[in-house]
Nanobody, 116 residues
Framework: QVQLVESGGGLVQPGGSLRLSCAAS????????MSWYRQAPGKERELVAA????????NYADSVKGRFTISRDNAKNTVYLQMNSLKPEDTAVYYC?????????WGQGTQVTVSS
């Protein structure tokens, strides 16, 4: 079955950086697009960034454009989210996700807190 395991979250000061990783298993990683979502307390889960299976195309939420970069390493079955110039409003649980064979799968999430 699909397994997605996020890591790399933590507490960071405003203006700082974090790199999230998502290790995938249980499916043919290289043929599926991957996404990062986030959910802040009291808010709905929202799409942050997505990348195609080859990594040649990406898209971002307007709120993170120019600050976040999604990438993937198909040899390592891993997708990344580099987050720079972090703001307090980026505080949320970040989830890795993929849509395979008609089902959307989620990781357990990793907490990102941006605070001084």
């Amino acid at each position: 079955q699909v397994q997605l395991v996020e890591s790399g979250g933590g507490l960071v000061q405003p203006g700082g950086s974090l790199r999230l990783s998502c290790a995938a298993s249980g499916f043919t990683f290289r043929i599926y697009g991957m996404s990062w979502y986030r959910q802040a307390p009291g808010k709905e889960r929202e799409l942050v960034a997505a990348i195609t299976n080859t990594g040649t195309s990406t898209n971002y939420a307007d709120s993170v454009k120019g600050r976040f970069t999604i990438s993937r390493d198909n040899a390592k079955n891993t997708v990344y989210l580099q987050m720079n110039s972090l703001k307090p409003e980026d505080t949320a649980v970040y989830y890795c996700s993929t849509y395979t064979k008609g089902f959307r799968s989620w990781g357990q999430g990793t907490q990102v807190t941006v605070s001084s």
